[in-house]
């Protein structure tokens, strides 16, 4: 059971992730306003700051919303993740400006740009970034550690954490199982992401 919640609570990342992180990241390489720069600065730092230090007033956010003790207080404050954010805008900065120009010549609006040419011509670096929060949201422990109180609904990460304090064949079996997400994952999109990972340049 706690194996199915956590691959529930990750995809709902993932797919939240996409939802909002790739239209913000498009913006952000993209459109042309007031602050641009200022706003993508905000997000790096947020994303050099480690989880200590955000940990207090993002408690404070988790419990006025009311999602102490629920699988939504790991899902709500992951949907704008700065990591994913900041990857993703790198890998559309690199699309050339004469292809998104070509398409705006043609009386296009910025969503049809977004869908029709950005998103199919970075699909290998949205790819590789969603793997890599895949990962790093299923090992999360910290999280669940300050959010939840309920053993009932920990993830499985959690629930590892705390067996393996004691070594036994139920906590061996259970490390068996957590892989086997992130090395399906692996098989599946290995090219997309070997791809988008030699395609990054940070600039």
Known sequence: MAFWRSLLIDLSICCLQLLFCTPCAYGLSKLRFRGRNAILFLFVVMMLMPFQATMLPMYQIVRTLGLLDRSLALIVPEIFAPFTVFILTQFIHHLPDECVESVRLENSSAIVIYRSLVLPIVRPGITSTVILSFVETWNMVEKPLR??????????????????????????????????????????FQEDL?????ALRIK
């Open 147 to 188: 959010y939840l109180s309920d053993v009932r609904i920990f993830p499985l990460s959690m629930l590892l954490h705390e067996a393996g304090k004691q070594l036994s064949s139920t906590t061996m079996a259970g490390s068996v199982l957590y892989v086997v997400p992130v090395m399906l994952l692996w098989w599946l």
């Open 194 to 198: 070997a791809n988008g990972m030699s």
